[in-house]
């Protein structure tokens, strides 16, 4: 019975550390995602009597597993330099799918363009996009639990460690 003890220990271990490996190699979440209007694309122009208000107002959502996360907008703003959205919710890189460029009007909001996530810089018909990731273990975990090799290996993780304490108070040995 110590040597099937000592399996159950080490298998616990084992997945332990498939656990960690796993979450860390998809723990990349998105920090921040900037748009640029292509230089060949002429900005568009708030249809408005007020000369303060012609540039747009730019709102930023990415799509991913088919939900909407809005950035936020930028007012009366050119896309001429970059725009930068810093990304507060933890959205994980490798989930993520589009952006939409959406133009903020009091009576309709328009699509500006859609861009599909094809890598750290992608591009739609009228802009540019630059994506920033970092590391979160959050962001790990939240991958983890979202697959089915992961609620496996946490599964086996907690029979290993209840195995292992009823083993503890019931082995006489």
Sequence with gaps: ???GKKILI????LLVIVFFIVGFMNSQILSEIRIKIKPEVKEKS?????QEEKLLDYKLKVISQGKGYLLGTKINTSAQ???IFPVKELIPWNKAQEIQIIEEDPLKNDLLDKIQITGENS????????????RSFDGG???FFNTPI???IFLGIMIGIICSILFFFFDKN
Excluded: H
């Design 1 to 3: 019975m110590k040597q």
């Design 150 to 152: 992961g609620k496996a």
């Design 81 to 83: 330099e970059w725009l």
């Design 46 to 50: 708030d249809m408005t009597l007020n």
């Design 123 to 134: 591009s739609g018909t009228s802009y540019d996009c630059q994506i920033f990731t970092t």
């Design 10 to 13: 080490i298998l616990v271990i």
């Design 141 to 143: 975990l939240i991958w």
